[in-house]
Nanobody, 121 residues
Framework: EVQLVESGGGLVQAGGSLRLACVTSGFTFDDAAISWFRQAPGKGREGLACITTWDGETLYADSVKGRIAISSDNAKKSVYLVMDFLEPEDTAIYYC??????????????WGRGIQVTVSS
């Protein structure tokens, strides 16, 4: 069974940084893609970044490019999302998800439960 579990969320002051982790199991990690999304209160889901673990290729949404970095650790079967210069507008539930194919696909086979990130002003 494919499982994704997010961690690292919480309350952060504006201007600060945060590192989220997505710990995975149930599939061949070094032959997969993992994406990060978020959903702010009253808004739709927003794709942030994606990484393919076999070659380290990354894709970022224009809205957050330059403020976030996605990385993977094949030994730990984990994907990380670092966010800098956090703003109250970054307050959201953050999810990791496993695409069916690769970072350019639009179908996802598994989602984590999500983790709350709250940025205080």
């Amino acid at each position: 069974e494919v499982q994704l579990v997010e961690s690292g969320g919480g309350l952060v002051q504006a201007g600060g940084s945060l590192r989220l982790a997505c710990v995975t199991s149930g599939f061949t990690f070094d032959d997969a893609a993992i994406s990060w999304f978020r959903q702010a209160p009253g808004k739709g889901r927003e794709g942030l970044a994606c990484i393919t673990t076999w070659d380290g290729e990354t894709l970022y949404a224009d809205s957050v490019k330059g403020r976030i970095a996605i990385s993977s650790d094949n030994a730990k079967k984990s994907v990380y999302l670092v966010m800098d210069f956090l703003e109250p507008e970054d307050t959201a539930i953050y999810y990791c998800a496993k695409p069916v194919e690769d970072c350019r696909g639009e179908k996802y086979e598994t989602w984590g439960r999500g983790i709350q990130v709250t940025v205080s002003s």
